[in-house]
C-alpha cells in the first residue's frame, strides 16, 4: 500500500523531473531527454524505489532522470533537508546535547560504511573508513549491525575493537554480560579474542530451512543472467542489480514461489535486493537494545544511542532510539526520503567526515578516555 507521504512524494518527484502522466498508454514518461544526472549515482534507483513502488510502467529513476531536472531535485532535496538536517551541520548541537552522556555507536555496513557497488562480494571499506571507525571505536563502544553473515561484515571491516551483529541482528557476538532483553537460551560463550563472548543467535533452528531454501533459489534463478543468491547464514539475499529491468518481475515471482514454501519466512525489499528472513520479532532494532544491555548502558537517562544506517531494515533501530527518547538517528540518503531518523548525511564520504569529527572531538574532550584505559582492555 502506498502511503500519503508516498504520494505526495511520487507527485512532487514526478512533476520536479520532468514526468507527466501519458494519457495513451497510463505510464509515467520522461518529457525531457535521457543524458544521465548528477544524481544518477548507485542510490537513486533503489532508493526512490522505497518511495515509489517500481514496475515495469514506474521504472528505476537511475534509467530516466534528466539533467535539466537536477536544481529541482536539489530544492526537494533541499526541503527534506530542513526536516533531517545534515548532522554534519548539526554536530555543535549534537556534541552539546551529549554533554555528560555516554554515546554508543551503531554503523550499519553496505551504503554507510561502504559505497553501493553492483558486485556484493567487493563492497569493500576503504583505508580512511576503517581509521575513522577503528578512532571512534577507541572512545565509544562501538557496534556494526547488517544485512550481511556476521564473518563476512567482519571480513570486509577487519577491526578488532568493534562489536558485530550480522544477519539483520540475529546473530551478535557481544560482550559476556547478564543481559535481561532477551531469553538465555539463544546464548553460546565462545572463546574470543577479548576473552570469553557470547554469540546471541535466535534464528539458530531455522538453519536447515535457510540452507535447503538457498539450494531452491539459486534452481530458480539460474536463467535469470545477473540474478544471484547471498548466503547471509540466517537470512538469505537474492540481488538483482545487474538483472535487465525486464526480468525484475519473473525474477520476484520465481522468488515468491520459493518462499511461500516456507511458512516460516518473509520478504521485504532492500537496495535492489529481495531480503528473506525468519518471520521472529527480532531486527536491527532489538539488536541495538541487546547490545546497549550487553554493554552495561541500558539505561535511558544518561545513554546516547547513534545509529547511521542507510536501508529499510535501519528503521526498525531509528524507531528504538525514537521510542527512547534520547539519542541520534541518522538516515544515509541521497534523496529525500521517508524516515524516523532525526538527521541525514549524504552519502559514506559524509560518513567518513562526520566520523572523524566525532573522534577528533572526544579526542580533545577533556572528559574522554579511551574505552581501553576505562574498562583495562
Ligand atoms: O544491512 P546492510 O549492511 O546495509 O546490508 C543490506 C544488504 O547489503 C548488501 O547489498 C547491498 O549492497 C551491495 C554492495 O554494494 C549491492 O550490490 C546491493 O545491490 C545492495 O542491496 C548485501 O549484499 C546484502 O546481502 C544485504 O542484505
Known sequence: MISEFQMNMKKKLNKALGFQKSHSTKQWVNKISSSKTKNNDENVGHDLS?????????????????????????????????????????????????????????????????????????????????????????????????????????????????????????????????VKACDGKYHTVVAGKKGSEVLFQPAKKYLPAIQEMITELEEEIRKIHGASVEDNRFCVSVHFRQVREEDYNILQEKVKSVVKNYPEFHWSEGKMVMEIRPSIEWDKGHALEYLLDTLGMSNSNDVLPLYIGDDRTDEDAFKVIERRGQGFPIIVSSIPRETRASYSLHDPSEVLNFLLRLAKWSKSSSSSRPLAQIWGI
Open 50 to 178: 522505497m518511495i515509489i513502488p517500481r514496475t515495469r510502467s514506474n521504472p528505476p529513476l537511475e534509467l530516466t532522470i534528466d539533467a535539466a531536472s537536477a536544481s529541482s531535485d536539489d530544492s526537494i532535496y533541499n526541503s527534506w533537508v530542513v526536516e533531517h538536517p545534515s548532522a554534519l551541520d548539526s554536530f555543535d548541537r549534537m556534541i552539546k546535547a551529549a554533554k555528560g552522556k555516554k554515546i554508543a555507536v551503531f554503523l550499519d555496513y553496505d551504503g554507510t560504511l561502504s559505497p553501493i557497488v553492483d558486485d556484493p562480494n567487493r563492497a569493500f571499506m576503504s583505508d580512511e573508513m576503517r581509521a575513522a571507525v577503528r578512532e571512534v571505536a577507541k572512545y565509544f563502544p562501538t557496534a556494526i549491525i547488517s544485512g550481511r553473515g556476521r564473518e563476512k561484515v567482519k571480513e570486509f571491516v577487519q577491526l578488532g575493537n568493534v562489536y558485530y551483529a550480522g544477519s539483520h541482528g540475529m546473530d551478535i557476538m557481544a560482550p559476556p554480560r547478564p
